[in-house]
């Protein structure tokens, strides 16, 4: 059985645990999604109406502050130009999928699937030439594929 979902108590702290402290690149990926996935799931049940509360205005354009994530992120990272762009759209596109995953099914069942992210978020290899950045954005891009795929598929 599925309940609504509310940003308080337990589930604010599972939604929390995606991704660990530190200061790897994976780390710092998973600290900057569980702030936008925070974010998201509390704006999105509060314009549903799923918890107390009062409305809160949506800035217009970046309603989640994903630039401000992926500008600090870039800043953790010591990233070139191009990397922080990178970074910036592998943010947007997690914190859409994450928004998309919410607003379909506000259930206990989606923070689940949210939090279990943190334990299994690729820690990419360090290939030759890979850089921070680049395993940041590989990390971003497992969670993503890991948020798409059907929870109720059973021939895994």
């Keep these: 059985m599925t309940q609504p979902i509310g940003i308080t108590g337990p589930r604010a702290s599972a939604i929390g645990a995606v991704g660990a402290a530190g200061s790897t690149p994976g780390s710092l990926a998973g600290q900057a999604m569980t702030v936008l996935s925070n974010r998201v799931a509390g704006t999105v049940t509060r314009e549903l109406g799923l918890v107390q509360g009062g409305r809160s205005p949506l800035r217009a354009g970046d309603a989640y502050d994903t630039e401000g994530v992926a ?7 010591n990233a070139s130009p191009a990397d922080a762009g990178r970074l910036s759209r592998a943010l947007n596109d997690f914190t ?8 379909a099914s506000p259930t206990s069942d989606v923070l689940d699937r949210l939090s279990d992210l943190g334990y ?5 290899d360090g290939r030759p030439g890979m850089s921070d950045s680049d395993k940041v954005v590989a990390t971003i891009d497992s969670a993503i594929f890991q948020l798409r795929e059907d929870p109720t598929r059973v021939d895994r």
Excluded: G, I
Excluded at 71 to 77: E, I, K, Q
């Design 96 to 103: 859409s999928e994450v928004a998309a995953l919410v607003a």
């Design 120 to 124: 299994a978020l690729l820690d990419p």
């Design 71 to 77: 500008r600090d992120l870039a800043a953790a990272l």
